[in-house]
């Protein structure tokens, strides 16, 4: 009897009601070819990111001061010349919170965590190769491109269900 005589229930009743009132039936769901058609349109706009993978030996400018730069071209040096494994250079630098091994990151990803300027560097890099050391907001890092990972389109199963909402919130 709550939904008779309790307001906030009624309340939530009548709301839950005006809903399923304005729902889409099934006939007014978007055919098969529709979202389809909506794919197609929009195919490139759903395309994922370009990505990166990528080790990095970070220096830190609040550690080393005016030294930040010698010594960033000074270890790359050392790692090149010796030469020293991705993974066992990382221990050459200094501590990061962010990590040293970032795996699957889009351009996006990396300005967020490290600034554009940083972002750009790296997606210019190619793979199997020290950078140069580029600058971030916390100091100098040394990157080692492990690998590109260029933007897919993704198949139409996969955005079904995103497709279909958006083209249900138009009608």
Request: without cysteine; proline residues 6%; hydrophobic residues 40%.
């Given at each position: 009897g709550l939904e008779?005589e309790?307001f906030?229930?009624?309340?939530i009743l009548?709301?839950?009601?005006?809903?399923?009132?304005t729902?889409?039936?099934?006939?007014?769901?978007p055919?098969?070819?529709?979202?389809?058609?909506a794919?197609?349109a929009q195919r490139?706009?759903l395309r994922?990111p370009?990505r990166?993978?990528?080790?990095?030996?970070?220096?830190?400018?609040d550690?080393?001061g005016?030294?930040?730069q010698?010594?960033a071209?000074r270890l790359?040096?050392?790692?090149e010349l010796a030469?020293?494994?991705?993974?066992?250079?990382i221990?050459l630098g200094?501590?990061l919170?962010?990590?040293?091994?970032?795996?699957r990151?889009?351009l996006?990803d990396?300005e967020r965590?490290?600034?554009?300027?940083?972002a750009?560097?790296v997606f210019?890099?190619?793979p199997?190769?020290?950078?140069?050391?580029?600058?971030?907001?916390?100091?100098?890092?040394?990157?080692w491109?492990?690998e590109r990972i260029?933007?897919?389109?993704?198949?139409f199963?996969a955005v079904?269900?995103?497709?279909l909402r958006e083209?249900?919130?138009?009608?």
């Open positions: 008779r309790d906030v229930v009624r309340r009548v709301e839950k009601l005006r809903l399923l009132a729902a889409l039936t099934a006939t007014e769901s055919s098969e070819a529709e979202l389809l058609r794919f197609e490139e706009s994922e370009e990166r993978s990528l080790f990095h030996v970070f220096l830190s400018r550690h080393r005016d030294r930040v010698r010594d071209e790359r040096q050392r790692i030469p020293i494994e991705p993974r066992a250079a221990r200094d501590a919170p962010l990590g040293h091994t970032l795996e990151r889009s996006a990396l965590s490290f600034g554009p300027d940083f750009a560097s210019e890099l190619e199997g190769h020290w950078s140069r050391p580029i600058a971030s907001a916390y100091g100098l890092h040394l990157v491109l492990e260029p933007g897919a389109l993704p198949d199963e079904r269900s995103r497709l083209l249900e919130q138009q009608a």
